[in-house]
């Protein structure tokens, strides 16, 4: 059975030369069917790039909130935890000026103040938060400088002042530190930082150790059994310095413990209790 076949012209411009040839009408059959479905295919493949596009774009605008919107929640975190900050600084500087004011009332210190001063709104958290450093570093030397606690934990056997002389009789006498009794050899320790000022036989003290502190502060130690520390020593709060004894002008085994403030004895009492 003959095919059908269709013939095709191409006719020049100047329509001098015709040109002929036959194609099977199957192949035009099938090149339509495949046209078809390649636009088909194409639409298809259009449609798929346009939708994977525009999903492009509306992710790139969902990411961009989403940084815009958490951009936004950290600068308000940023300033939540700037207004903590400074809540927080402000407490430690009131407390320093607190606990200075309190040493003051029990006449423990007579320096210029520390701490709570009016803070300015313009001094950033970075500058407030260095100048209350500086003040508790200053604090800090100030406690380790202040003779605070006792030097053996016993009981007391004499207050500071006056009392009846202690040898018998009915005369009296000032006692211008505190006696804390204890066993023979039991250690004694310096109540703050200082170098030492003399370690010998200090008259009715017996075996003494005497202290120089920072602020005019002074710390003696008498009647000990046996002497710890060398002259100019350096030596910290809690330091051994001397074991207990009866030394000098004594009636049994203590430690007498004197302050002196600019060379003048004090109660030791307040610098014992801070209450």
Same mark, same amino acid.
Not at 235 to 253: E, F, N, P, Q
């Given at each position: 059975?003959?095919?059908?076949?269709?013939?095709?012209?191409? &006719?020049?411009?100047?329509?001098?030369? +015709?040109?002929?040839?036959?194609?099977?009408?199957?192949?035009?059959?099938?090149?339509?069917?495949?046209?078809?479905?390649?636009?088909? %295919?194409?639409?298809?493949?259009?449609?798929?790039? +346009?939708?994977?596009? %525009?999903?492009? &774009?509306?992710?790139?605008?969902?990411?961009? $909130?989403? /940084?815009?919107?958490?951009?936004?929640?950290?600068?308000? #975190?940023?300033?939540?935890?700037?207004?903590?900050?400074?809540?927080? #600084?402000?407490?430690?500087?009131?407390?320093?000026?607190?606990?200075?004011?309190?040493?003051?009332? /029990?006449?423990?210190?007579?320096?210029? $103040? &520390?701490?709570?001063?009016? +803070?300015?709104?313009?001094?950033?958290?970075?500058?407030?938060?260095?100048?209350?450093?500086?003040? $508790?570093?200053?604090?800090?030397?100030?406690?380790?400088?202040?003779?605070?606690?006792?030097?053996?934990? *016993?009981?007391?056997?004499?207050?500071?002042?006056?009392?009846?002389?202690?040898?018998?009789?009915?005369?009296?006498?000032?006692?211008?530190?505190?006696? !804390?009794?204890?066993?023979?050899?039991?250690? !004694?320790?310096?109540?703050?930082?200082?170098?030492?000022?003399?370690?010998?036989?200090?008259?009715?003290? *017996?075996?003494?150790? @005497?202290?120089?502190?920072?602020?005019?502060?002074?710390?003696?130690?008498?009647? =000990?059994?046996?002497?710890? @520390?060398?002259?100019?020593?350096?030596?910290? %709060?809690?330091?051994?310095?001397?074991? =207990?004894?009866?030394?000098?002008? $004594?009636?049994?085994?203590? +430690?007498?413990?004197?302050?002196?403030?600019?060379?003048?004895?004090?109660?030791?009492?307040?610098?014992?209790?801070?209450?």
């Amino acid at each position: 059975m003959d095919q059908e076949k269709v013939t095709v012209l191409l &006719i020049s411009k100047d329509n001098t030369s +015709v040109k002929s040839f036959e194609i099977n009408s199957k192949y035009l059959v099938n090149f339509k069917k495949y046209l078809g479905k390649s636009i088909t %295919a194409l639409s298809l493949v259009v449609v798929l790039v +346009v939708t994977m596009f %525009a999903y492009t &774009i509306k992710q790139s605008a969902d990411n961009s $909130s989403l /940084r815009s919107q958490v951009s936004d929640f950290n600068k308000k #975190l940023e300033i939540a935890d700037t207004l903590k900050l400074r809540q927080k #600084l402000t407490q430690i500087d009131n407390n320093l000026a607190m606990i200075d004011s309190y040493l003051k009332s /029990r006449g423990i210190v007579q320096d210029e $103040s &520390i701490g709570g001063e009016p +803070v300015s709104r313009e001094v950033s958290n970075v500058n407030m938060l260095q100048a209350v450093e500086e003040q $508790s570093e200053v604090f800090s030397n100030l406690i380790k400088n202040i003779p605070m606690g006792i030097p053996h934990n *016993g009981r007391f056997s004499s207050m500071y002042g006056y009392r009846r002389n202690p040898f018998g009789g009915y005369s009296g006498e000032f006692h211008p530190g505190l006696d !804390i009794k204890g066993v023979l050899g039991d250690p !004694i320790f310096a109540t703050a930082d200082g170098f030492v000022n003399r370690c010998d036989w200090y008259g009715g003290y *017996g075996n003494a150790v @005497v202290l120089n502190h920072s602020f005019g502060y002074q710390t003696l130690y008498g009647h =000990m059994s046996r002497i710890n @520390v060398l002259q100019g020593e350096e030596v910290k %709060a809690g330091d051994l310095i001397g074991y =207990m004894g009866s030394t000098g002008r $004594s009636t049994g085994v203590h +430690v007498h413990y004197e302050i002196r403030k600019d060379g003048i004895d004090i109660d030791p009492f307040p610098y014992i209790k801070l209450n």
